[in-house]
């Protein structure tokens, strides 16, 4: 096998796993789920039928990604963070087919932190970095640091994860990789000569 899974993992047929991912203790993959590779799923972590996980993705202990939910490339789900996909549950009005689910999709490299909640939905932006504790509601835009119940964007973070706070106008650089950005259009952006994972 290309991927490692613990023995007290399930790893359903038919579920894709890439090479060098590893699946740790306690923690099931469903049958229609695809996982990109080098990725690790800690303990504890369940994934649905039908969820698409991109290459070198970090799942810590306790986080269930369910139906409708997208990991791109990098992402980071913190410990106990929390995901949803369908906006009005009800246990007397089961609401649990494909159709049911609303689409979440999380950007390249962005990092959610220990214990948030992304409901169901919602698009966090590439390199976004969602803070420990906060519950995300509306779409995230792309390297923005976002915290708070609902979540407010509280500034901006390099893709090497360091706050850049909220900067004046013009280009500003990141002081731990030299990774330079401008804002655009109320939004921050790479300078073309800037390089990303």
């Known amino acids: 096998m290309s991927h490692f899974a613990h023995a007290s993992a399930f790893v359903d047929p038919g579920a894709q796993v890439g090479e060098g991912t590893k699946v740790w203790h306690f923690s099931h993959v469903s049958s229609g789920a695809r996982i990109g590779a080098r990725c690790s799923l800690g303990q504890n972590v369940f994934v649905a039928d039908r969820v698409v996980i991109g290459d070198g993705v970090k799942i810590q202990n306790n986080v269930s990604i369910y139906e409708g939910v997208v990991l791109e490339d990098y992402v980071f789900c913190g410990p106990s963070m929390v995901f949803t996909n ?112």
């Open 86 to 197: 369908v906006k009005t549950p009800r246990s007397a009005f089961p609401r649990n087919t494909s159709a049911d689910y609303l689409t979440t999709r999380v950007g390249r490299g962005a990092s959610i932190g220990a214990n948030a909640t992304v409901v169901c939905g919602v698009t966090v932006g590439a390199w976004a970095f969602v803070a420990a504790g906060a519950v995300v509601t509306k779409d995230v835009a792309p390297f923005a640091l976002m915290a708070g119940v609902p979540a407010r964007r509280l500034g901006w973070a390099c893709a090497c994860g360091r706050p850049l706070g909220d900067p004046p106008p013009g280009r500003v650089a990141c002081p731990d990789c030299a990774r330079v950005y401008h804002l655009a259009d109320g939004a921050l952006a790479p300078d073309a000569a800037t390089a990303l994972p």
